[in-house]
């Protein structure tokens, strides 16, 4: 199962609309490298509207993404991340601390957009 | 009248299907969405040790009821059993960022945070079992 | 089949009332928030309690424990202390067993002592019963009372809202309040969440750990947290603590908080130079 990773613009969008398996969570991590690579996005928003469960892989591959994805100059905000999903997550004390987020896609775009100067 | 089932961990897909199956069970129990997150979190990092650990395990989860100081109270019980190689120190698999996989090391210790009850018995060389309980509040 | 010491009972009844009367002397009956009642109102219980005891003698189990039910609804009602009542029940046994052992010999009497153990717990058990059940509604009464007064979210302007914290915060109001605050924030699309502490009568470690907890998930939804209303002791003992909260923006009052949080959705407040009427933002 692949990830659909929307250009538009400079940015890429990705809303996760799959139940995240390891696999499906590795492949995506793959592909929106090779994407960032292809068309030299700034930045990367990534909607977790969807998604009702991460558990500590999940959040390690989100936030190696969000890593490799700033070494190669993208900018990743995480949005829509579920209120259940953020107390399970702190919870099990993974806070994400270096990555940025917004309420949801629309805001995460304005937030690259302030970020990145217009 | 008990509700159980069994998922047997061979492959990744095991993991979504635990996962799965622990979700309908708990929204079925009547916990709210947090607690839902919690369990599901719960039984995938469970379900991802025995993957990741050992060639083959399983997941039980069961509704369970106990008589409470205000009145019964329902849960979930979640056991994960493994025949694996079983774990050498217990009290570092229970250390916060401990971790032989190259993960959060946030997997045993982030389960028995989620959870109300936790516990691990553990025979190196036999298998791991793993019991937790949430109770409905 | 009514038992033998029950039967002694009745047939004496009227000695062990007048006795039990007597051992009543020093006990005071009292409520639990008025510690002394008046004199009166103490010897219409006490009686009350004489007649709930001995008119049950003759009932079957069944009737009696309705009687006793009954009564300690009456008390619950009127909130009667419960243990006075059982240190009375406590005399009366031994009143009993006194009498009892000069009737009968040793034998009959380990039995009748029995029999007489058996109907005593099975009241001070009905009592005690009726009793934690009540507790435990009123308990519950009061968590849903105190879930209802628990922080409120306030939208103060587009995408800023408040909660005012209110009074100690334990960990089972700490997930209660971070429920709200999460939930709140979708609702209202806010980017900003002013957490306003001047309620809360103490922050020690616990306190600061849940508010720490509670912003890392604000910031996981898409959100920013701010920490008002830290008064000097608070700061103080923060400090003292040890506690971190470098992560953290922190103002002392709401109104420097709502300055801020407007700068951070990059919005100002400005001065009108005609004078309005009606109160403008400053």
New interface residues.
């Given amino acids: 199962m692949r990830i659909p990773i929307l250009k538009l613009g400079r940015y890429l969008l990705i809303s996760v609309q799959v139940e995240l398996d390891d696999q499906t969570a590795l492949q995506f991590q793959e592909d929106l490298l090779n994407k960032i690579h292809q068309e030299g996005s700034l930045g990367v928003v990534i909607d977790l509207t969807s998604v009702d469960m991460i558990d500590s892989f999940i959040a390690k591959v989100i936030g190696d993404v969000v890593e490799m994805s700033s070494l190669m100059g993208a900018k990743v905000v995480?949005?829509?991340?579920?209120?259940a999903?953020?107390?399970t997550?702190?919870d099990m004390g993974v806070?994400?601390q270096e990555v940025q987020?917004?309420?949801?896609l629309e805001?995460?775009l304005e937030r690259l957009q302030q970020e990145l100067g217009g | 009248m008990s509700n159980h089932s069994c998922i047997e961990i061979a492959n990744e897909w095991g993991i979504v299907s635990a996962r799965q199956a622990g979700r309908e069970l708990s929204k079925e129990i009547g916990f709210g969405s947090?607690d839902q997150a919690r369990i599901t979190t719960a039984i995938s990092e469970l379900a991802r040790n025995i993957y990741l650990y050992t060639e083959i395990g399983k997941i039980d989860l069961e509704e369970i009821s106990d008589n409470h100081?205000?009145g019964k109270v329902r849960g979930i019980k979640v056991v994960a059993s493994d025949k694996g190689p079983g774990i050498e120190n217990l009290r570092d698999v229970m250390i916060d960022g401990f971790t032989t996989s190259g993960g959060l090391g946030a997997g045993l210790p982030g389960v028995k945070r989620l959870m109300d009850e936790f516990d691990i018995e553990s025979i190196p060389g036999e298998g791991t079992t793993i019991t937790t309980i949430k109770w409905l509040r | 089949m009514r038992s033998i010491v029950l039967q002694h009972m009745i047939d004496n009844k009227d000695h062990y009332i007048e006795q039990w009367r007597v051992s009543f002397g020093e006990l005071l009956f009292s409520r639990s928030e008025s510690t002394i009642k008046p004199q009166y109102i103490q010897d219409e219980m006490k009686e009350e309690f004489v007649s709930v005891i001995f008119d049950t003698l003759t009932m079957d189990r069944h009737s009696r424990r309705a009687v006793v039910k009954r009564f300690a609804e009456r008390l619950i009602h009127d909130g009667w202390v419960v243990s006075e009542f059982i240190m009375s029940l406590q005399r009366l046994r031994r009143i009993v067993m006194k009498d009892l052992s000069n009737h009968y010999d040793k034998e009959k009497f380990v039995d009748l002592s029995g029999e007489l153990e058996d109907w005593l717990d099975e009241q001070i058990t009905d009592l005690t019963t009726e009793f934690?059940k009540n507790h435990?509604e009123v308990k519950?009464i009061q968590n849903v009372a105190l879930k209802e007064l628990s922080a409120p979210l306030i939208p103060v302007f587009d995408k800023i809202v408040v909660m005012p914290l209110i009074g100690t915060i334990d960990t089972k109001r700490a997930?209660q309040i971070?429920?709200n605050l999460?939930?709140g924030?979708?609702e209202h699309?806010?980017?900003v969440v002013l957490i306003d502490i001047t309620g809360v009568p103490l922050v020690d470690t616990m306190v600061a750990h849940h508010i720490i907890?509670a912003s890392?998930?604000?910031?996981?939804?898409?959100?920013e947290c701010l920490l008002v209303g830290i008064r000097p002791e608070i700061a103080q003992t923060i400090v003292n603590l040890g506690i971190d909260l470098g992560n953290f923006t922190t103002k002392s009052t709401l109104k420097k908080g709502v300055e801020a949080a407007l700068q951070m959705t990059h919005r100002d407040i400005i001065t009108n130079e005609e004078p309005v009427t009606g109160g403008g933002l400053n």
């Fill in positions: 995480l949005t829509g991340i579920q209120p999903v953020a107390i997550l702190i806070s994400l987020t917004a309420l949801d805001q995460g | 947090v100081k205000n | 934690a435990e519950a997930s971070m429920e999460l939930d924030i979708i699309r806010a980017q907890r890392e998930a604000v910031r996981l939804v898409g959100a």
